[in-house]
């Protein structure tokens, strides 16, 4: 029978089925960071059980970084708490961990794929729900819970409830100025925050294919805006061509028998989904969020929503509450909304490409007054490939501040926030309200509107300046 990837991947990875029980699935890769991981270790200790795989478990620290003094003393308690915990723990259980400083830490979702640990076939958990990143490689990644993280830690196996399966087709091609980011939130807007629960979502289609490796993290990435359980993308020669010569790649005959297992992996023609959904990349034009969930977004060039436009009244009251927290008001042009903020980063949008596609539009330009921009690669080699290539001139010449790597402004955990009241445009990849600090009011946006709204102060496209 034809089969979809999720589930040829699935069943490769099946330890144990019974009637009435969920599949035990054996775990390929377990990465770990400062937040989650705590109680995990601590349940290990109390019952006096060893890390079953230490190999193929890696921790890095991302979330509770202060990214302007990386090596510096961490000045809140409980961010310093977690990360000396973190580290006594990777010590104690012989996990390898990045911590800050060294040349391979960051965002876990940037460092997996940069070191060739992600790779299509595989089984990837994380304590985090945007785990569902490296599904862009073929691998069925899961955001997994605290006390998943300890029962992984503990056999490298988990217990999985089943899934459904959902095709998310865009055909066609991306116009100039079109991104990654913009075909997310156009799905998200299109199924809403809850579309894809019990889901694993399949992206296929041209425009899909096209896409470069990082951006087809950013769509994955995003998968779990829409409630879904996990995102993928066929594995193809752009794939391949990201893994090769990666730390950990397979390398010579390894490789090759990889690359032959790699190729059956995309779904059958004729598997059948679950679920289908068609977009069409020609119509899509740079994409922001009005409102308080990453479904709430609409075209730049469209106006703020009336919410009595809303025929579904949870969807009006919804837009109402959005509005009055954002303070917006309906029929103002997306393009007049101001900001004070500018994040560019996150395990979204935080990837080399993405700050190339920024410092293009930034060259030469100045960062608005009264703007701050903050710069924030997902990882220190994205940070070390971008001063190379001259990017960090290319910001901070224009007023924007070039940081060490973390989650940073993405969500309040350090001490990069907004301040009550403040509003950003940010690549990441959340909008809740106080996400970026309490108070502060975030508009998602792609990392060329990013740049551009940072030179024009308020939501922008580069085609605007
Ligand atoms: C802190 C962590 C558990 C959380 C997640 O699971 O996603 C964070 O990374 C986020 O993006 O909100
Ligand atoms: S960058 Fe943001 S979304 Fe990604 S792991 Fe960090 S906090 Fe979560």
């Not at 830690?153 to 399966?165: D, G, N, R, Y």
């Not at 020669?237 to 090769?244: C, L, R, V």
Request: glycine share 10%.
């Amino acid at each position: 029978m034809a089969r979809t990837m999720a589930e040829k991947v699935w069943e490769e990875h099946v330890v144990r089925r019974a009637d009435g029980e969920p599949d035990l699935l054996y775990i390929d890769l377990h990465l770990v960071h400062e937040v989650t991981s705590p109680q995990a270790f601590e349940g290990l200790r109390l019952a006096g059980r060893p890390v079953r795989r230490p190999d193929l478990t890696v921790a890095t620290e991302d979330h509770n970084v202060p990214t302007e003094n990386i090596l510096g003393p961490i000045a809140d308690q409980v961010s310093r708490t977690q990360i000396e915990t973190l580290r006594k723990n990777a010590s104690e259980f012989g996990v390898r961990l990045f911590p800050m400083g060294d040349i391979d830490q960051g965002i876990v979702h940037v460092v997996g794929p940069q070191l060739g640990l992600t790779q299509p076939g595989m089984t990837v958990v994380c304590g985090d729900s945007h785990t569902s990143t490296h599904g862009a490689f073929g691998a069925l990644a899961f955001g997994i819970g605290t006390s998943q993280v300890e029962h992984v830690l503990a056999t490298q196996t988990l217990p999985m409830a089943p899934f459904k399966t959902m095709a998310v087709t865009v055909e066609g091609e991306l116009k100039p100025g079109v991104t990654a980011k913009d075909i997310i939130l156009a799905v998200i807007a299109e199924i809403g925050t809850g579309g894809g629960q019990g889901y694993v979502i399949e992206y296929r289609g041209e425009a899909i294919r096209r896409l470069s490796m990082e951006a087809r993290m950013t769509v994955c990435n995003m998968s779990i805006e829409a409630g879904a359980r996990a995102g993928m993308i066929a594995p193809d020669e752009t794939t391949f061509d990201y893994i090769k010569g990666r730390p950990h790649a397979p390398e010579g005959v390894e490789w090759d028998a990889a690359v032959a297992h790699w190729q059956g992996l995309r779904s059958d023609d004729g598997a059948v989904f679950d679920k289908e959904v068609v977009l069409d990349a020609d119509a899509l034009s740079p994409f922001v969020t009005w409102g308080t969930n990453p479904g709430q977004g609409a075209p730049l060039d469209a106006s703020v929503p009336d919410p009595a436009g809303f025929d579904d009244p949870s969807q009006r009251a919804a837009a109402e509450k959005a509005l009055a927290y954002m303070d917006l008001r309906p029929g103002t042009p997306l393009r007049e909304v101001p900001v004070d903020t500018v994040f560019l980063g996150s395990c979204t949008n935080g990837r080399i490409e993405d700050l190339r596609a920024a410092a293009e539009v930034i060259r030469g330009r100045r960062v608005a007054d009264g703007v701050r921009m903050l710069v924030v690669p997902g990882s220190m080699r994205v940070k070390e490939q971008a001063n190379a290539e001259g990017l960090g001139e290319v910001f901070t010449a224009a007023g924007a501040e070039w940081r060490e790597a973390g989650c940073s402004m993405c969500l309040g955990m350090n001490p990069d926030q907004l301040k009550p009241g403040q509003r950003s445009a940010s690549t990441s990849n959340r909008n809740f309200e106080g996400r970026q600090g309490k108070g502060g009011r975030t508009h998602l946006v792609s990392p060329l509107v990013a740049a551009a709204t940072a030179v024009r102060g308020t939501l922008s496209s580069p085609a605007d300046l």
